[in-house]
Protein backbone atom coordinates (compact mmCIF):
# COMPACT_ATOMS: atom_id res chain seq x y z
CA UNK A 1 0.00 0.00 0.00
CA UNK A 2 1.30 3.75 -0.76
CA UNK A 3 -1.28 5.61 1.30
CA UNK A 4 1.34 6.31 3.76
CA UNK A 5 4.99 6.53 2.96
CA UNK A 6 7.95 7.05 5.14
CA UNK A 7 11.48 8.09 4.64
CA UNK A 8 14.22 6.79 5.08
CA UNK A 9 13.62 3.52 5.13
CA UNK A 10 16.72 2.76 7.54
CA UNK A 11 18.90 5.28 8.93
CA UNK A 12 21.56 5.21 11.15
CA UNK A 13 23.31 7.77 13.28
CA UNK A 14 25.56 8.98 15.67
CA UNK A 15 24.70 10.27 19.22
CA UNK A 16 25.78 14.00 18.03
CA UNK A 17 23.98 13.78 14.41
CA UNK A 18 20.82 16.00 13.69
CA UNK A 19 18.30 13.64 11.62
CA UNK A 20 15.01 13.81 10.17
CA UNK A 21 12.31 11.30 9.20
CA UNK A 22 10.15 12.09 7.30
CA UNK A 23 6.07 10.99 6.97
CA UNK A 24 3.53 11.85 4.03
CA UNK A 25 0.08 10.90 3.48
CA UNK A 26 -1.83 10.91 0.28
CA UNK A 27 -5.42 9.50 1.68
CA UNK A 28 -6.84 13.20 2.35
CA UNK A 29 -6.95 12.57 6.48
CA UNK A 30 -6.60 15.40 8.86
CA UNK A 31 -5.00 13.58 11.73
CA UNK A 32 -1.32 12.37 11.81
CA UNK A 33 0.88 9.91 14.50
CA UNK A 34 4.16 8.87 15.46
CA UNK A 35 4.87 5.56 16.90
CA UNK A 36 8.00 4.19 18.78
CA UNK A 37 8.46 0.36 18.04
CA UNK A 38 10.90 -1.42 20.50
CA UNK A 39 11.67 -4.81 20.43
CA UNK A 40 10.05 -6.46 23.13
CA UNK A 41 7.77 -3.40 24.15
CA UNK A 42 4.45 -2.60 23.16
CA UNK A 43 3.69 0.32 20.80
CA UNK A 44 4.30 3.40 22.20
CA UNK A 45 2.68 6.36 20.85
CA UNK A 46 4.80 9.56 21.15
CA UNK A 47 2.64 12.86 19.44
CA UNK A 48 -0.77 13.18 17.55
CA UNK A 49 -1.34 15.86 15.21
CA UNK A 50 -5.00 16.78 14.32
CA UNK A 51 -5.49 19.82 11.59
CA UNK A 52 -1.55 20.28 12.05
CA UNK A 53 -2.01 21.33 15.84
CA UNK A 54 -0.46 18.62 18.48
CA UNK A 55 -3.19 17.30 20.22
CA UNK A 56 -0.63 14.52 22.07
CA UNK A 57 2.70 14.69 23.13
CA UNK A 58 2.85 11.08 25.34
CA UNK A 59 6.02 12.39 27.37
CA UNK A 60 8.09 12.28 24.77
CA UNK A 61 12.45 13.81 25.66
CA UNK A 62 12.96 16.62 23.67
CA UNK A 63 15.71 15.15 21.87
CA UNK A 64 12.52 14.19 19.54
CA UNK A 65 11.18 17.07 17.88
CA UNK A 66 7.90 16.83 15.72
CA UNK A 67 6.40 19.00 12.79
CA UNK A 68 3.63 19.45 10.68
CA UNK A 69 3.63 21.61 8.16
CA UNK A 70 0.52 20.55 6.38
CA UNK A 71 -2.33 17.86 7.21
CA UNK A 72 -0.30 15.47 4.70
CA UNK A 73 3.20 15.94 6.25
CA UNK A 74 4.65 14.75 8.95
CA UNK A 75 8.64 15.42 10.46
CA UNK A 76 10.15 13.85 13.38
CA UNK A 77 13.59 15.83 14.34
CA UNK A 78 16.13 13.96 15.83
CA UNK A 79 19.13 15.37 17.69
CA UNK A 80 21.65 13.93 20.23
CA UNK A 81 19.79 10.86 20.90
CA UNK A 82 21.25 7.88 22.63
CA UNK A 83 21.34 4.02 21.79
CA UNK A 84 18.01 3.15 23.68
CA UNK A 85 16.22 5.34 21.39
CA UNK A 86 17.38 2.43 18.22
CA UNK A 87 13.63 0.95 17.34
CA UNK A 88 11.39 0.98 14.36
CA UNK A 89 9.74 4.49 13.74
CA UNK A 90 6.18 4.09 12.78
CA UNK A 91 3.87 7.31 11.19
CA UNK A 92 0.24 6.78 10.76
CA UNK A 93 -2.62 8.91 9.70
CA UNK A 94 -6.61 8.70 10.09
CA UNK A 95 -9.55 11.38 9.26
CA UNK A 96 -9.66 12.46 12.29
CA UNK A 97 -9.31 11.99 15.55
CA UNK A 98 -12.57 12.00 17.28
CA UNK A 99 -14.23 9.43 19.07
CA UNK A 100 -12.02 6.49 19.21
CA UNK A 101 -13.15 4.75 15.73
CA UNK A 102 -11.24 6.37 13.31
CA UNK A 103 -8.86 3.52 11.29
CA UNK A 104 -5.21 4.30 11.42
CA UNK A 105 -3.35 3.17 8.38
CA UNK A 106 0.25 2.94 9.05
CA UNK A 107 3.55 3.69 6.70
CA UNK A 108 6.36 1.01 6.35
CA UNK A 109 8.39 2.76 9.27
CA UNK A 110 11.66 3.82 9.25
CA UNK A 111 14.29 1.39 11.14
CA UNK A 112 16.56 4.06 13.24
CA UNK A 113 19.96 2.59 14.97
CA UNK A 114 21.80 4.93 16.93
CA UNK A 115 25.41 4.30 17.38
CA UNK B 1 -7.07 3.82 31.01
CA UNK B 2 -7.83 1.32 28.70
CA UNK B 3 -5.56 -1.56 28.71
CA UNK B 4 -4.59 -4.90 25.87
CA UNK B 5 -3.51 -8.42 26.49
CA UNK B 6 -2.23 -10.55 24.31
CA UNK B 7 -1.22 -13.85 26.50
CA UNK B 8 0.35 -15.61 23.80
CA UNK B 9 3.82 -13.94 22.71
CA UNK B 10 4.47 -17.01 20.57
CA UNK B 11 1.99 -19.47 18.07
CA UNK B 12 3.37 -21.89 15.85
CA UNK B 13 1.07 -23.62 13.38
CA UNK B 14 0.66 -26.00 10.54
CA UNK B 15 0.09 -24.80 6.86
CA UNK B 16 -3.42 -25.78 6.86
CA UNK B 17 -4.45 -25.98 10.49
CA UNK B 18 -6.74 -23.15 12.60
CA UNK B 19 -5.13 -20.43 14.42
CA UNK B 20 -7.09 -18.73 17.17
CA UNK B 21 -4.83 -15.84 18.82
CA UNK B 22 -5.89 -14.28 21.95
CA UNK B 23 -6.49 -10.67 22.90
CA UNK B 24 -8.49 -9.58 26.55
CA UNK B 25 -8.86 -6.16 26.88
CA UNK B 26 -9.81 -3.80 30.23
CA UNK B 27 -12.07 -0.75 29.44
CA UNK B 28 -15.09 0.28 31.82
CA UNK B 29 -17.41 1.17 28.54
CA UNK B 30 -17.52 -0.06 25.25
CA UNK B 31 -14.75 -0.35 23.23
CA UNK B 32 -13.26 0.01 19.82
CA UNK B 33 -11.24 -3.01 18.94
CA UNK B 34 -9.22 -3.45 15.78
CA UNK B 35 -6.94 -6.52 14.85
CA UNK B 36 -3.37 -5.36 13.22
CA UNK B 37 -1.18 -7.42 11.50
CA UNK B 38 2.90 -6.68 10.56
CA UNK B 39 4.64 -8.96 8.34
CA UNK B 40 8.39 -8.12 8.95
CA UNK B 41 9.89 -5.35 7.29
CA UNK B 42 6.63 -3.38 7.39
CA UNK B 43 4.00 -1.11 8.37
CA UNK B 44 0.76 -2.58 10.46
CA UNK B 45 -2.25 -3.41 8.45
CA UNK B 46 -5.51 -3.66 9.34
CA UNK B 47 -7.08 -6.96 9.46
CA UNK B 48 -10.55 -5.73 10.71
CA UNK B 49 -12.24 -3.78 13.60
CA UNK B 50 -15.49 -3.77 15.65
CA UNK B 51 -16.92 -0.65 16.78
CA UNK B 52 -21.09 -2.66 17.53
CA UNK B 53 -23.40 -4.97 16.05
CA UNK B 54 -22.97 -8.53 15.29
CA UNK B 55 -19.86 -9.63 17.30
CA UNK B 56 -18.85 -11.68 14.73
CA UNK B 57 -16.59 -9.17 12.48
CA UNK B 58 -15.19 -10.46 9.30
CA UNK B 59 -12.02 -9.10 8.04
CA UNK B 60 -9.67 -9.20 5.36
CA UNK B 61 -7.62 -12.34 4.51
CA UNK B 62 -9.83 -14.94 5.32
CA UNK B 63 -9.58 -13.79 9.14
CA UNK B 64 -12.77 -13.41 12.18
CA UNK B 65 -12.85 -11.96 15.37
CA UNK B 66 -15.42 -12.35 18.21
CA UNK B 67 -16.40 -9.60 20.56
CA UNK B 68 -17.44 -11.16 23.58
CA UNK B 69 -18.40 -8.27 26.16
CA UNK B 70 -18.90 -11.20 29.41
CA UNK B 71 -15.32 -11.97 28.60
CA UNK B 72 -13.71 -8.91 27.56
CA UNK B 73 -12.06 -10.78 24.76
CA UNK B 74 -11.60 -10.46 20.94
CA UNK B 75 -9.90 -13.42 19.98
CA UNK B 76 -8.93 -13.63 15.87
CA UNK B 77 -9.15 -16.45 14.39
CA UNK B 78 -8.59 -18.17 10.80
CA UNK B 79 -9.48 -21.50 9.83
CA UNK B 80 -6.97 -22.73 7.25
CA UNK B 81 -3.16 -21.16 7.72
CA UNK B 82 -1.19 -20.39 4.62
CA UNK B 83 2.53 -19.62 4.64
CA UNK B 84 1.78 -16.31 4.04
CA UNK B 85 0.26 -15.53 7.06
CA UNK B 86 3.28 -15.58 9.23
CA UNK B 87 3.56 -12.15 10.88
CA UNK B 88 3.21 -10.45 13.97
CA UNK B 89 -0.54 -9.31 15.53
CA UNK B 90 -1.75 -6.79 17.03
CA UNK B 91 -4.57 -6.02 18.99
CA UNK B 92 -5.69 -2.59 19.89
CA UNK B 93 -7.92 -0.52 21.59
CA UNK B 94 -9.34 2.61 20.82
CA UNK B 95 -11.89 4.63 23.62
CA UNK B 96 -13.82 7.32 22.40
CA UNK B 97 -12.85 9.58 25.91
CA UNK B 98 -9.14 9.15 24.08
CA UNK B 99 -9.67 10.95 20.88
CA UNK B 100 -8.58 8.43 18.55
CA UNK B 101 -5.66 6.83 20.83
CA UNK B 102 -4.66 3.07 20.41
CA UNK B 103 -3.50 1.14 23.16
CA UNK B 104 -1.81 -2.18 21.59
CA UNK B 105 -1.07 -5.33 23.06
CA UNK B 106 2.48 -6.77 22.94
CA UNK B 107 2.08 -8.89 19.81
CA UNK B 108 1.63 -12.39 19.15
CA UNK B 109 4.40 -13.60 16.39
CA UNK B 110 2.94 -16.63 14.45
CA UNK B 111 5.31 -19.03 12.24
CA UNK B 112 3.77 -21.32 9.89
CA UNK B 113 5.13 -24.97 9.01
CA UNK B 114 5.32 -26.62 6.04
Known amino acids: ETGVTQTPRHLVMGMTNKKSLKCEQH?????MYWYKQSAKKPLELMFV???????ENNSVPSRFSPECPNSSHLFLHLHTLQPEDSALYLC??????????????FGPGTRLLVL | AQSVTQPDIHITVSEGASLELRCNYS??????LFWYVQSPGQGLQLLLK??????LVQGIKGFEAEFKRSQSSFNLRKPSVHWSDAAEYFCAVGAAAAGNKLTFGGGTRVLVKP
Open chain 2, 27 to 32: YGATPY
Open chain 2, 50 to 55: YFSGDT
Open chain 1, 49 to 55: YNFKEQT
Open chain 1, 92 to 105: ASSPRTSGGQETQY
Open chain 1, 27 to 31: LGHNA
